[in-house]
């Protein structure tokens, strides 16, 4: 039973792979502004869109970090005497700035094709030691910082129908897991976002991209770490470390080929398939796919489960222990 369930999925994950373009969709002189460009996942795409002829715009708050990072984009560029590639600084948590500085930069460099919201970070930590304030941070860049420059972007793109945006969820975006309570909250609120304009735009002509990166070799990522309990780090260490250029390649392909969901490896496919939802609906042969194997998907992420489940009973079970002997060592 179980093999007559896998044969669709891996025949399924293998035609997706081979017939997974090998290149970049021509976006010659198209404007790609990215925010969140001055590092990390953001910086990769920002090099990668230079890479392909591309306009590019990143956008980010601190300026050293923003020229170091064209210096880079620049040397990847490829046709620099006719290739724009600029940066602005601006907290996207402003929207008044935010919506003043798309408008300006598309009076200078031209209209916007696409808009990758990258810029957010994530704090781990148990619930109750959250501060009021890291609450408000992380709702605020997570979230308000992805709802403000959409908001900004969609009367243009309306207006030429046309054009791409891209927010970029993660992993925990659709699933919930020890450490991640705010920063997830504030990940699954995209996919709300990401589902309802994508219904908005669709007859205007314009896609909309979830990108779910797992864990990727960021500066962020180890600004992360650095929060993560011990168990929120054995949990992470369950999944693979991914090079930001090659999260980079596939968001944006995912993104010009209209795809609504872009993840990467195989815990990327048993997640986006087992929670696709009432997510939007492309191909019909994906659909049949998907439906055969989702029972068996679910079988799958049960055994996640309980291996996660058993790292926390784990820690949790040395940590009373240590208790037990600090007191026991004060008291004799
Ligand atoms: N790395 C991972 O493992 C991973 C996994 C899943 C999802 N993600 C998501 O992927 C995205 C990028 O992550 P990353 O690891 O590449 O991050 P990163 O290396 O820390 O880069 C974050 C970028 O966002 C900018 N930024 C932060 N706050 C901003 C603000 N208020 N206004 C404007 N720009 C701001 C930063 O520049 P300034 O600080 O100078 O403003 C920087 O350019 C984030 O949304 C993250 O949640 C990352």
Same mark, same amino acid.
């Given at each position: 039973m179980v @093999?007559?369930?896998l044969i669709p999925c891996i025949i399924y994950l293998l035609v997706r792979k081979y017939f997974s373009k090998k290149d970049i969709k021509n976006v010659a002189n198209k404007h790609i502004v990215v925010i969140g460009g001055s590092s990390g996942i953001g910086k990769s795409i920002a090099q990668l869109a230079a890479k392909n002829n591309a306009h590019v715009t990143i956008i980010a708050r601190n300026i050293d970090k923003l020229t170091q990072a064209i210096d880079d984009i620049r /040397?990847?560029?490829? $046709?620099?005497s006719e290739q724009r590639i600029s940066y602005v600084s601006v907290d996207?948590?402003?929207? !008044? +700035?935010? !919506? $003043?500085?798309?408008?300006? @930069?598309? !009076?200078?460099?031209? &209209?916007?094709y696409m808009l990758v919201n990258c810029a957010g970070f994530a704090v781990c930590g148990e619930m109750e030691n959250f501060s009021v304030n890291q609450i408000k941070s992380l709702i605020n860049i997570n979230i308000l910082g992805t709802i403000y420059p959409i908001k900004a972007?969609?009367?243009?793109?309306?207006?030429?129908?046309?054009?791409? @945006?891209?927010?970029?969820?993660?992993?925990?975006?659709?699933?919930?897991?020890?450490g991640y309570s705010i920063y997830s909250s504030c990940k699954f609120a995209l996919r709300g976002l990401a589902e309802s304009i994508h219904m908005e735009l669709k &007859?205007?002509?314009?896609?909309?991209?979830?990108?779910?990166?797992? +864990?990727? +070799?960021? &500066?962020?990522?180890?600004? !992360?770490? /650095?929060? /993560?309990? @011990?168990e929120t780090s054995k949990i992470s260490a369950m999944g693979t470390l991914y090079d930001p250029d090659e999260v980079a390649k596939k968001i944006l392909q995912d993104a010009l080929d209209g795809n609504f969901f872009s993840y990467i490896g195989f815990n990327g496919f048993v997640l986006?398939?087992?929670?696709?939802?009432?997510?939007p609906v492309r191909n019909f042969i994906q659909i049949f796919v998907e439906s055969a194997v989702i029972g068996l998907i679910r079988f799958i992420s049960a055994f996640y489960v309980v291996q996660m489940q058993k790292i926390v009973q784990h820690c949790f079970d040395e940590k009373e222990q240590k208790k037990k002997e600090q007191s026991k060592n004060k008291y004799s």
């Open positions: @093999i007559f369930l /040397k990847c560029s490829v $046709n620099l996207v948590t402003n929207f !008044e +700035d935010i !919506e $003043n500085n798309l408008c300006e @930069i598309e !009076e200078t460099i031209g &209209p916007i972007i969609i009367p243009k793109f309306k207006q030429r129908k046309e054009g791409i @945006i891209v927010l970029t969820g993660s992993l925990v975006s659709l699933f919930g897991m020890y &007859p205007f002509g314009v896609t909309v991209t979830l990108a779910l990166p797992p +864990d990727t +070799d960021t &500066p962020g990522f180890h600004e !992360e770490n /650095k929060t /993560k309990p @011990i986006t398939t087992l929670c696709k939802g009432f997510s």
